[in-house]
């Protein structure tokens, strides 16, 4: 209760209302809310990858029913749940939520009714619980139904196993939001990054909910000590990804956060920030959303200078 109250404290100051009204909804935002129809890709016989339903879900197979790695969007939640039930023949008995955003919990409320085991950090189930707040895309959230909340939570880690598949899930603090988990099946070698891995776009740094970049550096790099080149790696939507595609955001991330380091420390405000073009050598691999990614960095990193090294006060 004390960490919901200090919540309150924190959006009554009127923190995440500046940190939405910052950042107006775009093409950034809309695109996370597009998907096509979903679709479903075996990568084993135990394992399907369902796109097009929001964010990507892993299902993994088993004898008791399947799990999901992820919930896909609101309006694609019975068409998600279609997919599986075609494709595994089973209740959906367990979800694990990688973090509170709307496109990764959309079956919360399906499954949750239907009585099912529903996983998360304790942060992604106190923001699913908050009465109102503003997020960084300048959308207003108000409190999830009482059974779309998850009832399974954790602070750290945690394991379970589905059939003869071990599935690891864990903590990365305050990176993406400050409630992500990723979760890692080592017997198939496949890791599951949710938001903590954005592919073609920046990453978005949702500071309303204390997402910050360094998070996004140290979450990166703990990723990439879960993986080799032959992991198959699912990241929150797009493709399946190689360890490449880590190391090539630890790469940007922390140019980003250098150059934001040295920013603080000269003084430059955010405009001049964004003047000086600090991805100038990323953006074309990483899509024209530059000045949003550089605002949410500078953003979340704001009230946290002197984390930023330095002695920067």
């Known amino acids: ?63 008791e029913g399947p799990v999901l790695i992820g ?7 019975r068409g998600l749940l279609k997919h599986v039930r075609e494709a595994a023949g089973e209740a959906v008995p367990t979800l694990i939520n990688t973090h509170w955003h709307l496109d990764h919990t959309g079956a919360n409320e399906l499954l949750g009714k239907r009585g099912a085991r529903i996983i998360a950090h304790e942060n992604t189930k106190l923001w699913m619980d908050t009465d109102f707040f503003v997020s960084w895309e300048n959308r207003a959230y108000g409190p999830r139904v009482k059974h779309a909340l998850p009832n399974s939570t ?4 945690g ?87 880590l190391e090539a955001q630890l790469e940007m991330c922390s140019a980003v956060r250098t150059r934001l380091h040295e920013s603080f420390k000269k003084g430059n405000s955010l405009e001049e920030f964004i003047a000086s073009a600090p991805t100038r050598e990323f953006d074309a691999r990483w899509g024209g959303e530059a000045p949003r990614f550089l605002e949410m960095a500078y953003e979340s990193a704001m009230g946290r200078l002197y984390q930023m090294g330095g002695g920067i006060v």
């Open 159 to 245: 394991e379970l196993t589905c059939g003869a598949e071990l599935i690891r899930y864990a903590h990365a603090p305050q990176a993406h939001t400050d409630g992500d988990l990723y979760a890692f099946l080592p017997n198939s070698n496949v890791l599951v990054t949710g938001d903590l891995l954005h592919v073609g776009r920046y990453p978005v740094i949702d500071y309303s909910t204390y997402g910050w970049i360094v998070g996004y550096v140290e979450a990166t790099q703990t990723l990439l000590q879960l993986v080799d080149a032959q992991t198959r790696i699912i990241p929150g939507t797009g493709p399946v990804q190689t360890r490449a595609a």
């Open 71 to 77: 919930g896909g969007s609101p309006e694609h939640a």
């Open 154 to 157: 954790l602070y750290e880690a």
């Open 1 to 63: 209760m004390e960490h919901k109250f200090s919540r309150r404290l924190f959006l009554e100051a009127g923190l995440a209302g500046a940190a939405g009204a910052a950042l107006t909804t775009g093409a950034w935002g809309a695109a996370s809310r597009r998907s096509a129809a979903p679709a479903v890709t075996p990568l084993a016989d135990h394992l399907l990858l369902v796109t097009g339903a929001g964010g990507n879900v892993l299902v993994v197979v088993g004898p």
